[in-house]
């Protein structure tokens, strides 16, 4: 039997998980560090604690499931992408990472607009020119921070620099460089109309390989600090959100899934960029190679649901705890009890402005609607309804360019069955809901190692690893029901629209 270690660095850790060939998982752990936000909008972290965390978890894994090194096929990532870690000719880090949540490269942001239409900007690379990405994050670094840019040899993303200290190579792959904002999405390239109107030096952004690339062999100094063998493979893997296509099955065009945390995405895969006219989606690079992964992420999707629980229904949480159950599962038993539309109360779910569909910053969340005779499960319900009805637009713009009737549903907020019928009546799509709800990343970094080293053929072996528990089909009663309520959704949105700017001072 071989295995895949698959290693998720995410914001606030990484997460180490041993797979089997056959898809089973045999154990995982957690290695938790910190991240420093300052100056109101501004993120970093320490490289070292990521590196920290890849020998910790590591060799907890191979101690706890008895697993023999020999028997390691691959080491394989999935990392936080849209960062900017600069490092010098011997890959030692000269600042700490900048990441995907800090925003202070606005003027740089800015410098790039004046050079380029934004749409131009968009048919090139599938993302907006925004402050996220880190081509605008090291134009940052050269214009305040000179003496580190010129040090620089190469900008990294966080997979890719533990890529390096395995094996000593500095490289990324398709999926972690189009979160750069400067590949050319025709030729999966840097793109030198980009990188010129940035005015960066094109030589620090690292060399492209397949998201199936064996990066080298674990190196001698690195099996001694992470217990695996000398000149295991290393397989690049891929950006955190477009692994979890892979892990989702979202493998072949069409296939689409939707992921449910503190913030909400719908992906689709594609055998061709996806551009809507209006900006709403973005597309990255796939890790299978030769497609694309077109996406819609919403900032506060279970965010929102979470701040129901923490603010509204305090005393469904102190019930809960007394009775040793979810507080959801209690919410949820009076979301049930309220009819399709919650009896005309629409919510706006945009509690930390909004990214897809609306690329608002200024939008707040609202209830709108609310009359005498409503009762508290109305507004508990519209917070669901809410949410979903955002996410249907997302969908709703996917559909313009493929055919979708049904998702695979991931993440910690799909745990409930009422929230999961109403996307499948809102969505008018069948939802499946596989067993492991919270492995799609490492799954899709495993399978990625896997297809790298030979271990698998393709990338259809996700089917080893997906088990579908349950299905939810639309009802074609609550499809008809819900139309209006999207409408009005829609008026809602757009006519707080000049109330939003009001509040913002614009």
């Known amino acids: 039997m071989k295995y895949i270690i698959a290693h998720d660095l995410g914001t606030s850790g990484n997460k180490a998980t041993l797979f089997s060939e056959e898809g089973r998982l045999i154990g995982s752990t957690v290695y938790a560090y910190g991240c420093h936000y300052f100056n109101d909008n501004w993120a970093e972290q320490d490289p070292a604690d990521w590196w920290k965390s890849i020998c910790e978890t590591t060799r907890g894994l191979l101690h706890e499931t008895k697993v023999d090194r020999r028997d390691i096929a691959a080491v394989s990532f999935s990392g936080q992408m849209m960062g900017c870690l600069c490092v010098d000719r011997q890959g030692r880090p000269l600042r700490p990472s900048i990441i995907w949540a800090d925003q202070r490269a606005q003027a740089q942001q800015n410098a790039i607009g004046e050079k380029i239409d934004l749409p131009d ?27 580190i840019y010129r040090q620089t040899y190469k900008t990294l993303n966080a997979k890719d620099y533990i890529v390096y200290k395995l094996t000593g190579r500095f490289l990324t792959e398709p999926s972690d460089a189009s979160s750069n904002a400067c590949v050319d999405l025709a030729t999966l390239a840097w793109s030198e109309r980009i990188v010129e109107i940035a005015g960066i030096d094109g030589d620090k952004l690292p060399e492209i390989v397949p998201s199936t690339h064996v990066a080298g062999g674990v190196t001698r100094e690195a099996a001694e600090a992470t217990g695996l063998m000398e000149g295991t493979p290393v397989v690049m893997g891929g950006g955190d959100g477009v692994c979890a296509n892979v892990g989702a099955g979202s493998v072949r065009p069409g296939q689409t899934f939707s992921y449910v945390g503190s913030s909400a995405w719908i992906a689709s895969t594609s055998d061709r960029p996806v551009f809507d ?5 973005v597309t990255w690079a796939h890790i299978v190679p030769g497609l694309y992964a077109p996406n819609g992420t919403m900032q506060s999707a279970g965010g929102s649901y979470a701040w129901l629980k923490n603010q509204i229904c305090r005393q469904e949480a102190a019930e809960a705890e007394g009775k040793g159950v979810s507080a959801y599962e209690l919410i949820n038993r009076q979301i049930e009890q309220s009819p399709i539309g ?21 939008a707040r969340g609202a209830f709108i609607g609310l009359k005498m005779e409503n009762e508290r499960r109305d507004v508990l319900r519209s917070v669901l309804e809410g949410v979903t009805m955002n996410l249907g637009i997302i969908l709703d713009i996917l559909r313009q360019h493929m055919d979708i009737d049904e998702l695979l549903v991931i ?6 069955a009422v929230w999961r019928q109403m996307m499948a009546d809102i969505y008018n799509a069948r939802i499946r809901v596989p067993r ?23 990338f259809d072996a996700i089917g080893r690893f997906i088990s579908v528990d349950a299905v939810h089909e639309p ?8 139309r ?3 409408e009005l959704f829609e008026l809602c949105y757009q006519s707080m629209l000049p109330v939003y700017r009001r509040m913002a001072g614009r």
């Open 121 to 147: 900007y968009y048919r090139i690379v599938g993302h907006r020119n925004a402050a996220s990405y880190g081509l605008q994050k090291l134009m940052w670094v050269r214009d305040n921070e000179p003496e």
């Open 277 to 281: 006219p209006q900006m709403r989606t």
């Open 342 to 362: 919650a009896n005309g109360v629409i919510f706006l779910p945009y509690l930390l402005g909004e990214r897809a569909p609306r690329w608002n910053p200024d």
């Open 411 to 416: 993440g910690g907020g799909v745990k409930g």
């Open 436 to 458: 492991l709800l919270e492995e799609a990343t490492s799954m899709g970094a495993a399978v990625t190692g896997g297809v790298g080293v030979g271990l698998f053929s393709d």
């Open 475 to 482: 009802d074609p009663a609550a499809v008809a029901a819900y």
């Open 484 to 486: 209006p309520v999207k």
